[in-house]
């Protein structure tokens, strides 16, 4: 069983640093972002520099005895658009747990590395950014904390 005592305290964690420049990098921070809780107001589109970020509170699944959240900081370069789909903008204190983060790379041209860097969230949220070209970086900002809950997950049925 994990230890239960305040995390914050912990002398020896090192904070996760992540760049992801393809799908299979990509597929890494997805791992670790799985349940990351970000409320909206941590989420912004920087239009001017290109850049979609937001801060999450992340649970530290590649611990496999911690049960911790960690302060997390996310964020896409060279973005040309960002959507939202099922966003309540107006629940500005409403968290907004990830699922997901994927890349769909655009059909027209093999060696055109733009695409759509889709971050999928419970109950059918979603944000789909356009990027010129996959960069984006996660960095835990905080030491951990001793998490209220581990978050459960259905058993795939097929396994």
């Given at each position: 069983?994990?230890?239960?005592?305040?995390?914050?305290?912990?002398?020896?964690?090192?904070?996760?640093?992540?760049?992801?420049?393809?799908?299979?990098?990509?597929a890494v921070i997805?791992?670790?972002?799985?349940?990351?809780?970000?409320?909206?107001?941590?989420?912004?589109?920087?239009?001017?520099?290109?850049?979609?970020?937001?801060?999450?509170?992340?649970?530290?699944?590649?611990?496999?005895?911690?049960?911790?959240?960690?302060?997390?900081?996310?964020?896409?370069?060279?973005?040309?658009?960002?959507?939202?789909?099922?966003?309540?903008?107006?629940?500005?204190?409403?968290?907004?747990?990830?699922?997901?983060?994927?890349?769909?790379?655009?059909?027209?041209?093999?060696?055109?590395?733009?695409?759509?860097?889709?971050?999928?969230?419970?109950?059918?949220?979603?944000?789909?950014?356009?990027?010129?070209a996959l960069e984006?970086?996660?960095?835990?900002?905080?030491?951990?904390?001793?998490?209220?809950?581990?978050?459960?997950?259905?058993?795939?049925?097929?396994?």
């Open positions: 069983m994990a230890d239960k005592r305040d995390a914050g305290f912990v002398d020896d964690f090192r904070p996760v640093r992540l760049l992801a420049q393809d799908s299979q990098d990509l997805s791992a670790l972002m799985q349940d990351a809780v970000v409320l909206p107001n941590d989420i912004g589109w920087l239009q001017g520099q290109r850049r979609f970020a937001l801060v999450a509170n992340r649970f530290r699944w590649e611990d496999p005895e911690a049960e911790e959240r960690v302060r997390a900081g996310l964020h896409a370069e060279n973005v040309r658009k960002v959507r939202s789909r099922g966003v309540d903008a107006e629940a500005q204190d409403k968290p907004i747990s990830v699922l997901s983060l994927t890349f769909e790379p655009n059909p027209a041209d093999e060696g055109d590395p733009s695409g759509t860097l889709r971050i999928a969230c419970a109950g059918g949220a979603e944000f789909l950014i356009e990027v010129e984006v970086a996660m960095r835990d900002m905080t030491k951990p904390w001793a998490a209220k809950s581990r978050p459960e997950h259905e058993a795939d049925e097929d396994v």
